[in-house]
Nanobody, 122 residues
Framework: DVQLVESGGGSAQPGGSLTLSCAAG????????MGWFRQRPGKDREGVAV????????TYADSVKGRFIISKDNAKNILFLQMNSLKSEDTAMYYC????????????????WGQGTQVTVS
């Protein structure tokens, strides 16, 4: 089961919070890279927060450090992205993704993608 289904997007005011959820199938949840990416209007897709489970390493984009937190609920196969102190520039389509890597997770390692959930901050 390779599904990844995001939810929790919506509208928020600057300074507000949203928590995104990604329900993963049993196969994808066992991949050693899981993460959140986003695509802002007119921009390329970018990594926001990545978990390299094999190395117990978490990486955040500089633009979200200190504001966003990635976490997992292993009992329910859910990946979360808690977004605090939201800014207008966080407006984007957010995607959950999974894959495998030997050393550390880079974008090309992510081969399973969800359909995305829209976040609008205004």
């Amino acid at each position: 089961d390779v599904q990844l289904v995001e939810s929790g997007g919506g509208s928020a005011q600057p300074g507000g919070s949203l928590t995104l959820s990604c329900a993963a199938g049993r196969y994808t949840y066992k991949r050693n890279c899981m993460g959140w990416f986003r695509q802002r209007p007119g921009k390329d897709r970018e990594g926001v927060a990545v978990l390299w489970i094999g190395g117990a390493q978490t990486t955040y984009a500089d633009s979200v450090k200190g504001r966003f937190i990635i976490s997992k609920d292993n009992a329910k196969n859910i990946l979360f992205l808690q977004m605090n102190s939201l800014k207008s520039e966080d407006t984007a389509m957010y995607y959950c993704a999974a894959g495998d890597a030997r050393v550390s997770c880079v974008t090309n390692d992510f081969i399973y993608w969800g359909q995305g959930t829209q976040v609008t901050v205004s």
